[in-house]
């Protein structure tokens, strides 16, 4: 059997040394680097050669690769590599790494083509000035062999290692039982149509109701897959730290059935990880970057040694080795078997996962946990926006070479919006002019901090990073996105007319598609993905997917569902519908005390109810949501909610309390929802509904902006009150639009609809 590595990988794993250094920074984007690679071929001659695949053997190691480019005229061979900045402060061990590729390539193109010597070429490309620096050095096939054989050799113990992993890790994935006596209800359902997604290479929406184990549904067929697909990795992407945990315990379940040789990492966000924040990712600044990649060996061997590496256990093993915890963890994504993060990991622009999927040619699964998150999450990862107020006066205080570069986006960005009269306003076309300014000005600041690696501040700093992402999102521009100018209040004393412009995306479906299509399976699951069409539509799910529906194991009777039709808490509304509100809640206390939920559509609602809640029934205890709630305060709302206690604990809908936490039995017995959920009408929203409405055609612009995902708040809100198959509760759904048929059919079927105040 051979192991099968790219070079690209070969290279990093045998010729990454010294230490973790990020002073040559920013790097270019993957769209940047790919629109550099093709700048640089195209001024090459007719007959020269891009993406030249090749590949060869070494024992039992299989090395292969695409090189950058090959002239045959000149017999040169090119690695090519975008960067910003001055290359003169290029840490050294980036371009020992470079060589090391070339000559790997060099190689592997004298085997295939029977050459006995060829000229190998770094070819760096500077995005910003469109400049090529050439460095050519010459070899022979036989150098270049040796060379190749030894870098082999210093991999063919970890290769050896490797394969009998993964022999072992599908021995006992073939062999692995459930790791529970029977499915829940529902439960295997969902996992037999997961199972057939994985061995069929489909992308699979799946809704199941809360409460059945989805997490374990999932992940136990897709790694009972793994054997007989070939499969490389799982990613587990979840929207919050609830889901990874989650995941990361259905996994130690797995491992305790028998899949203990399966490797499990966590990855975590970097200011989670970083052991000084204070510190910048260097050697002569950090002490876990200095040596970083001398001592990683060391520290990987170990840290393969757990099965299941989680935060706690990684930080662990990186302090003893004196190595960063955060990029350890990235070094160890491509040694394990399941990787538990954040969607960010997989769907974002420059995602790691992505990336090391595409670079190592993986064949993996993906799961989507609570997928009705990803629509929100992912037009934040494909937006930007400036703050004029962030680079107002940098000019003035900026170095001497930058003032000039910075003054120019300050006269772009004021000419941008010096005839608009309205507050807020959506352009058809991208300012250009302040576009290339901006351009400018970061290639400035790039080169500046070449020579300065310190020389900004905080401010300085911000105002760069924004401009770096405004100007990659602008690459990106297309109908599904929109650019809008929003103009500022005046501060202070100051008439100066300021804005914020902003590059918001509305429809991520042409960044995730391809995400979704280059792994071998995906699956998007949660209790909340009606309408069908509309997630596909949003999270561009390929035309082959296919959907499941999983039956609730809950009877309507365990839960009562009760439509308060006479009240209306539309925002003219709100003062009237008080007392009744507040009737309502008090009735239900009353005739059955114990813990509720009660959900409004802001703090100020729910501030008017709890202060006419204390007044007219001061028996009822109640704690309420904050805004800005820290971690601690979150913790210790929830932490109220016992089998023993009695109370209401009141919060805002589509916020931290709303869904992804579990209160069962008596900890949680009913809860009121004074609210349809839907977003703010506001010139934003409207501007989607109208973008929606083009997209997709007429009439679909409310449901998609407003609708759908209001009463996917309601739906997760409620789904809260039962969540096991003991569980009983009931449901105040307040407000008079709930009986609306429309309305009504959105609603989960298994759920039993009166309208009776009663509890």
């Not at 640089?40 to 020269?48: I, K, M, N, S």
């Not at 080795?321 to 040694?335: D, I, K, N, T």
């Not at 699951?525 to 997917?545: K, M, Q, V």
């Not at 989607?688 to 209001?710: A, H, M, N, Q």
């Amino acid at each position: 059997m051979s192991y099968r590595v790219a070079v690209r990988a070969l290279c990093e794993f045998t010729a990454k040394v010294g230490d973790l250094d990020l002073r040559f920074t920013p790097s270019p984007t993957a769209l940047e680097g790919i629109a550099g690679h093709a700048q640089v071929t195209a001024r090459r001659g007719e007959g020269y050669e891009r993406e030249v695949a090749l590949q060869g053997q070494y024992e039992r190691l299989n090395v292969r690769g695409r090189a950058d480019g090959y002239d045959p005229v000149r017999n040169r061979l090119e690695e090519i590599k975008t960067f910003r900045g001055d290359l003169e402060r290029q840490p050294a061990n980036h371009r020992q790494l470079h060589w090391t590729q070339a000559k790997i390539y060099g190689w592997l193109l004298c085997q295939a083509r029977g050459l006995d010597e060829v000229e190998l070429a770094l070819v760096y490309f500077d995005i910003a000035s469109h400049k090529e620096t050439l460095f050519i050095e010459r070899y022979t096939a036989a150098d270049l062999r040796r060379f190749f054989e030894v870098q082999c050799q210093a991999f063919i113990d970890w290769a050896d290692q490797e394969l009998a992993h993964r022999a072992a890790r599908d021995q006992v994935l073939t062999a692995l039982r459930f790791p529970y006596a029977d499915f829940r209800s529902g439960q295997r359902q969902l996992a037999e149509a997961v199972y057939k997604a994985a061995c069929t290479g489909t992308t699979l929406m799946a809704q199941a109701p809360t409460g059945i184990g989805k997490t374990l549904a999932t992940l136990f067929p897709q790694l009972k897959a793994f054997p007989g697909q070939q499969l490389d990795k799982l990613f587990f992407l979840a929207a919050k730290t609830s889901g990874r945990r989650l995941a990361l315990d259905a996994l130690q379940s797995l491992q305790r059935s028998g899949a203990d040789s399966l490797r499990t990492l966590e990855l975590v966000a970097r200011d989670k990880a970083c052991e000084h924040p204070d510190k910048a990712c260097h050697g002569d600044s950090c002490p876990l970057a200095k040596g970083f990649y001398d001592r990683l060996p060391a520290a990987r061997v170990e840290a393969l040694q757990h099965c299941m590496l989680d935060q706690a256990t990684l930080r662990g093993i990186a302090l003893e080795h004196e190595v960063c915890p955060y990029y350890l963890s990235q070094e160890l994504a491509r040694w394990a078997d399941v990787v538990v993060g954040d969607y960010n990991y997989y769907f974002d622009i420059s995602a790691l996962l992505h990336g090391l999927t595409l670079s190592n040619d993986w064949r993996v699964c993906v799961l989507v946990d609570e997928a009705h998150n990803l629509l929100e999450r992912a037009r934040g990862m494909y937006s930007a926006e400036l703050d004029q107020r962030t680079f107002a006066g940098l000019g003035s205080k900026a170095p001497a070479p930058l003032k000039r570069p910075l003054s120019r986006v300050q006269r772009c960005w004021n000419e941008l919006h010096r005839e608009q009269t309205t507050t807020y306003q959506v352009q058809a076309e991208l300012p250009l002019k302040l576009l290339g300014a901006l351009q400018q000005a970061v290639s400035a600041i790039t080169d500046y901090l070449g020579e300065q690696p310190a020389g900004l501040d905080a401010e300085q700093q911000r105002a760069y990073f924004d401009a770096m992402h405004f100007c990659r999102i602008a690459e990106l521009f297309g109908e599904h996105s929109l650019f809008d100018i929003s103009l500022l209040p005046a501060a202070g004393r100051s008439t100066a007319k300021r804005s914020c412009l902003c590059l918001r995306n509305v429809v991520p479906a042409p960044f995730l598609e391809p995400r979704l299509t280059q792994a071998h399976s995906s699956v998007l699951f949660s209790a909340t993905l009606n309408p069908r069409r509309f997630y596909a539509d949003t999270l561009g799910l390929p035309e082959t997917s296919a959907w499941i529906e999983v039956d609730s194991p809950f009877q309507s009777h365990q839960l009562q569902i009760c439509l308060a039709e006479h009240i209306s808490t539309r925002y003219q509304h709100r003062e009237a519908s008080l007392d009744a509100v507040v009737e309502l809640i008090g009735t239900q206390y009353r005739t059955r005390p114990g813990n509720y939920l009660a959900f409004f559509s802001s703090f100020d609602y729910l501030q008017q109810v709890t202060a006419l809640l204390r007044e007219q029934y001061p028996d009822v205890p109640f704690w309420e949501q904050t805004r800005g709630m820290r971690e601690a305060a979150r913790n210790e709302f929830l932490g109220r909610f016992t089998e023993r206690s009695k109370g209401i604990g009141f919060a805002v809908l589509g916020g931290a309390f709303a869904e992804g936490i579990d209160l069962p039995g008596r900890r949680l017995i009913g809860a009121f929802i004074a609210t349809l959920g839907l977003p703010q009408i506001n010139p934003v929203n409207e501007q989607f509904k109208r973008r929606f409405d083009e997209i997709f055609g007429r009439g679909l612009g409310y449901d998609y902006t407003y609708l759908y995902p209001g009463l996917q708040k309601v739906i997760q809100a409620a789904g809260r009150v039962i969540r096991t198959q003991d569980d009983e509760g009931v449901v105040h759904l307040i407000d008079d639009r709930f009986g609306r048929p429309q309305i009504r059919r959105l609603l989960p079927r298994w759920w039993s609809l009166s309208t009776s105040a009663g509890g």
